[in-house]
Protein backbone atom coordinates (compact mmCIF):
# COMPACT_ATOMS: atom_id res chain seq x y z
CA UNK A 1 0.00 0.00 0.00
CA UNK A 2 1.54 3.40 -0.58
CA UNK A 3 1.49 6.00 1.61
CA UNK A 4 -0.83 8.30 0.07
CA UNK A 5 -3.36 5.18 0.74
CA UNK A 6 -2.49 4.64 4.05
CA UNK A 7 -3.14 8.06 5.30
CA UNK A 8 -6.24 8.61 3.27
CA UNK A 9 -7.59 5.08 4.67
CA UNK A 10 -7.79 5.92 8.34
CA UNK A 11 -11.17 7.60 9.45
CA UNK A 12 -12.43 11.29 10.02
CA UNK A 13 -14.46 11.92 7.03
CA UNK A 14 -13.49 13.07 3.17
CA UNK A 15 -12.68 16.42 4.46
CA UNK A 16 -9.89 15.07 7.02
CA UNK A 17 -9.22 12.50 4.38
CA UNK A 18 -8.85 15.08 1.09
CA UNK A 19 -6.98 17.33 3.30
CA UNK A 20 -4.80 14.40 4.19
CA UNK A 21 -4.07 13.20 0.37
CA UNK A 22 -2.97 16.78 -0.46
CA UNK A 23 -0.61 16.97 2.25
CA UNK A 24 1.14 13.44 1.36
CA UNK A 25 1.02 15.03 -2.27
CA UNK A 26 2.96 17.53 -1.43
CA UNK A 27 5.55 15.34 -0.22
CA UNK A 28 5.37 13.28 -2.51
CA UNK A 29 6.56 15.74 -5.07
CA UNK A 30 9.42 17.41 -3.13
CA UNK A 31 11.13 14.19 -4.05
CA UNK A 32 10.92 14.89 -7.61
CA UNK A 33 12.97 16.85 -9.91
CA UNK A 34 12.37 20.92 -10.13
CA UNK A 35 11.51 22.19 -13.36
CA UNK A 36 13.93 24.21 -15.01
CA UNK A 37 15.07 27.52 -13.80
CA UNK A 38 13.96 30.67 -15.68
CA UNK A 39 17.19 33.19 -17.03
CA UNK A 40 17.01 35.61 -13.78
CA UNK A 41 16.47 32.97 -11.23
CA UNK A 42 19.04 30.69 -12.66
CA UNK A 43 21.69 33.60 -12.11
CA UNK A 44 19.96 33.74 -8.60
CA UNK A 45 20.92 30.25 -8.07
CA UNK A 46 24.14 30.61 -9.42
CA UNK A 47 25.27 33.25 -6.58
CA UNK A 48 24.16 30.80 -4.28
CA UNK A 49 25.63 28.09 -5.46
CA UNK A 50 28.77 29.93 -5.76
CA UNK A 51 28.46 30.70 -2.05
CA UNK A 52 28.25 27.26 -1.21
CA UNK A 53 31.08 26.05 -3.55
CA UNK A 54 33.55 28.64 -1.19
CA UNK A 55 32.15 27.10 1.78
CA UNK A 56 33.10 23.30 0.75
CA UNK A 57 29.55 22.17 0.25
CA UNK A 58 27.74 20.37 -2.39
CA UNK A 59 25.99 22.24 -5.63
CA UNK A 60 24.28 19.31 -7.10
CA UNK A 61 20.18 19.87 -6.62
CA UNK A 62 18.74 16.74 -4.56
CA UNK A 63 18.72 14.58 -1.35
CA UNK A 64 22.35 14.19 0.80
CA UNK A 65 23.20 12.62 3.99
CA UNK A 66 25.88 13.34 6.65
CA UNK A 67 27.12 10.18 8.76
CA UNK A 68 27.58 10.83 12.53
CA UNK A 69 30.84 12.88 13.05
CA UNK A 70 31.53 13.53 9.69
CA UNK A 71 31.83 17.29 8.07
CA UNK A 72 30.71 15.78 4.19
CA UNK A 73 27.45 15.08 2.69
CA UNK A 74 26.74 12.27 0.55
CA UNK A 75 24.97 12.40 -2.87
CA UNK A 76 21.66 9.85 -2.37
CA UNK A 77 20.34 11.78 -5.94
CA UNK A 78 17.91 13.50 -7.52
CA UNK A 79 14.91 11.87 -7.21
CA UNK A 80 14.20 10.14 -4.00
CA UNK A 81 10.83 8.54 -3.43
CA UNK A 82 9.22 8.97 -0.04
CA UNK A 83 9.57 5.47 0.41
CA UNK A 84 12.91 5.39 0.26
CA UNK A 85 13.62 8.46 2.23
CA UNK A 86 11.17 7.06 5.36
CA UNK A 87 13.51 4.12 4.84
CA UNK A 88 16.58 5.76 5.54
CA UNK A 89 15.46 7.77 8.16
CA UNK A 90 14.35 4.62 10.50
CA UNK A 91 17.86 2.88 9.61
CA UNK A 92 19.71 5.56 10.32
CA UNK A 93 17.94 7.82 12.89
CA UNK A 94 18.82 11.37 13.95
CA UNK A 95 19.11 10.24 17.59
CA UNK A 96 22.59 8.29 16.12
CA UNK A 97 23.61 11.08 14.30
CA UNK A 98 22.65 10.66 11.04
CA UNK A 99 21.06 13.63 9.04
CA UNK A 100 19.47 13.46 5.88
CA UNK A 101 18.80 16.82 3.88
CA UNK A 102 18.24 18.51 0.02
CA UNK A 103 20.60 20.93 -1.21
CA UNK A 104 18.28 23.50 0.31
CA UNK A 105 18.68 22.38 3.39
CA UNK A 106 22.42 21.74 3.91
CA UNK A 107 23.33 25.42 3.97
CA UNK A 108 21.28 26.15 7.31
CA UNK A 109 22.41 23.50 9.37
CA UNK A 110 24.41 23.89 12.85
CA UNK A 111 27.19 25.89 12.71
CA UNK A 112 26.58 27.63 9.53
CA UNK A 113 27.58 31.18 8.90
CA UNK A 114 25.42 34.08 7.88
CA UNK A 115 26.52 33.89 4.08
CA UNK A 116 25.64 30.34 4.05
CA UNK A 117 22.16 30.42 5.84
CA UNK A 118 21.85 33.47 2.66
CA UNK A 119 22.49 31.29 -0.16
CA UNK A 120 20.47 28.38 1.51
CA UNK A 121 17.54 30.64 1.67
CA UNK A 122 17.71 31.69 -2.22
CA UNK A 123 18.15 28.51 -3.19
CA UNK A 124 14.80 27.56 -1.17
CA UNK A 125 13.06 30.65 -2.14
CA UNK A 126 13.84 29.36 -6.02
CA UNK A 127 12.46 26.15 -5.02
CA UNK A 128 9.40 27.02 -4.20
CA UNK A 129 8.77 29.25 -6.63
CA UNK A 130 9.62 26.95 -9.35
CA UNK A 131 7.35 24.56 -7.71
CA UNK A 132 4.55 27.14 -7.19
CA UNK A 133 4.87 27.72 -11.32
CA UNK A 134 4.53 24.15 -12.19
CA UNK A 135 1.61 23.71 -10.27
CA UNK A 136 3.46 21.07 -7.57
CA UNK A 137 3.45 23.34 -4.42
CA UNK A 138 0.07 25.25 -2.73
CA UNK A 139 0.00 28.92 -2.28
CA UNK A 140 -1.81 32.41 -3.47
CA UNK A 141 -0.34 34.47 -6.04
CA UNK A 142 0.09 37.71 -3.69
CA UNK A 143 2.27 35.48 -1.62
CA UNK A 144 4.28 34.32 -4.52
CA UNK A 145 4.40 38.22 -5.71
CA UNK A 146 6.07 38.94 -2.12
CA UNK A 147 8.35 36.05 -2.55
CA UNK A 148 9.61 37.03 -5.70
CA UNK A 149 10.26 40.56 -4.05
CA UNK A 150 11.99 39.23 -1.30
CA UNK A 151 13.94 37.27 -3.58
CA UNK A 152 15.12 39.72 -5.71
CA UNK A 153 16.01 42.31 -2.16
CA UNK A 154 17.71 39.07 -0.94
CA UNK A 155 19.60 38.19 -4.05
CA UNK A 156 21.14 41.93 -4.06
CA UNK A 157 22.19 42.02 -0.33
CA UNK A 158 24.01 38.88 -1.19
CA UNK A 159 25.90 40.21 -3.95
CA UNK A 160 27.05 43.28 -2.71
CA UNK A 161 28.21 41.65 0.12
CA UNK A 162 30.05 39.32 -2.20
CA UNK A 163 31.55 42.61 -3.71
CA UNK A 164 32.35 44.42 -0.48
CA UNK A 165 34.17 40.62 0.91
CA UNK A 166 36.43 40.99 -2.51
CA UNK A 167 36.75 44.55 -2.30
CA UNK A 168 38.11 44.17 1.40
CA UNK A 169 40.50 40.69 0.40
CA UNK A 170 42.16 42.89 -2.13
CA UNK A 171 42.72 45.83 0.39
CA UNK A 172 44.16 43.34 2.58
CA UNK A 173 46.77 42.50 0.03
CA UNK A 174 49.95 43.83 -0.47
CA UNK A 175 50.43 45.38 -3.85
CA UNK A 176 54.14 44.48 -4.00
CA UNK A 177 52.79 40.61 -3.55
CA UNK A 178 51.40 40.49 -6.76
CA UNK A 179 54.69 41.82 -8.49
CA UNK A 180 57.43 40.10 -10.01
CA UNK A 181 60.71 40.16 -8.59
CA UNK A 182 62.60 42.57 -10.59
CA UNK A 183 65.60 41.33 -12.78
CA UNK A 184 69.04 41.93 -11.29
CA UNK A 185 70.90 44.37 -12.69
CA UNK A 186 74.00 43.07 -14.71
CA UNK A 187 77.43 44.03 -13.00
CA UNK A 188 78.36 47.44 -14.17
CA UNK A 189 81.46 47.63 -16.39
CA UNK A 190 84.72 48.72 -15.36
CA UNK A 191 86.40 51.77 -17.53
CA UNK A 192 89.26 50.55 -19.38
CA UNK A 193 92.56 52.17 -17.40
CA UNK A 194 93.76 54.86 -19.15
CA UNK A 195 97.13 54.45 -21.36
CA UNK A 196 100.34 55.99 -19.87
CA UNK A 197 100.86 59.28 -21.45
CA UNK A 198 104.92 58.87 -23.30
CA UNK A 199 107.29 60.86 -21.36
CA UNK A 200 107.72 64.48 -23.41
CA UNK A 201 111.64 64.85 -24.97
CA UNK A 202 113.26 68.00 -23.41
CA UNK A 203 113.74 70.38 -26.03
CA UNK A 204 116.84 71.38 -27.69
CA UNK A 205 118.18 74.92 -26.02
CA UNK A 206 119.27 77.01 -28.92
CA UNK A 207 122.87 78.02 -28.86
Request: proline share 7%; aromatic share 6%.
Amino acid sequence: MSWRGLLTGRRGGPEVGTAIARAADVWEKAGRRAAASPPTMAEVEATALKVYAEHGLPTQAGHYRRGPGSDGWDYLGQDVDIERRWDMVLERPAEAGWRFATLEDIGRYEGAGAELRAAAALLAACRHLKDRISGRAVGEPGEDIDRAIRLGVDWQRLKDAQAWKETSRLKLTNPGDALPEPSPKPPAKRKAAAKPRAARKPRKSAD
